[in-house]
């Protein structure tokens, strides 16, 4: 990092912040709250691979399947390291392929956010866009690997 002072830095690399945890846990909101609050781009994996693919979430689990759309979140998180200073609101699968885990290390800071299962099972709004939640047993053991 060089200061050029006059309130100007210059960051080397990717300094991104990366927020990761279950489906319902705030990652969006807080991106985007916190990208207003200190002018800074904030990005969704999640609508980087509806845009990528033509496709909602949903649509993909369903006609290419669950490692289409990995591989096409994989693909998303390398396309950042070209950019600095985002703020990503990560898709609540993405630390499932150590690979992921790895480019976001390497590209900034990984914030988890942590919280209950119950709190999060309530939070999400359509739960029908989420194809990997399933029932709440399902939805348990998502929670407890991730």
Do not use: W
Not at 39 to 55: A, C, N, P
């Amino acid at each position: 990092m060089e200061n050029l002072g006059h309130n100007v830095v210059v960051h080397d690399g990717c300094d991104h912040i990366f927020f990761v945890g279950f489906l319902g846990a705030g990652k969006s909101t807080l991106a985007r709250n916190l990208g207003e609050l200190f002018h800074r781009t904030y990005v969704d994996t999640d609508q980087m691979v509806e845009r990528s693919l033509g496709k909602r979430v949903a649509q993909i689990f369903e006609e290419d399947g669950e490692d289409a759309f990995r591989d096409a979140e994989t693909r998303a998180l390398k396309n950042l390291e070209q950019r600095k200073s985002l703020l990503v609101s990560c898709g609540g699968g993405i630390v499932e392929r150590p690979e992921n885990c790895e480019l976001m290390h390497r590209m900034g800071v990984v914030v988890f956010l942590d919280g209950d299962l119950e709190d999060s099972l309530r939070q999400i709004r359509c739960p029908e866009r989420r194809p990997d939640l399933g029932d709440r047993r399902h939805a348990g053991c998502l929670y407890d690997r991730r």
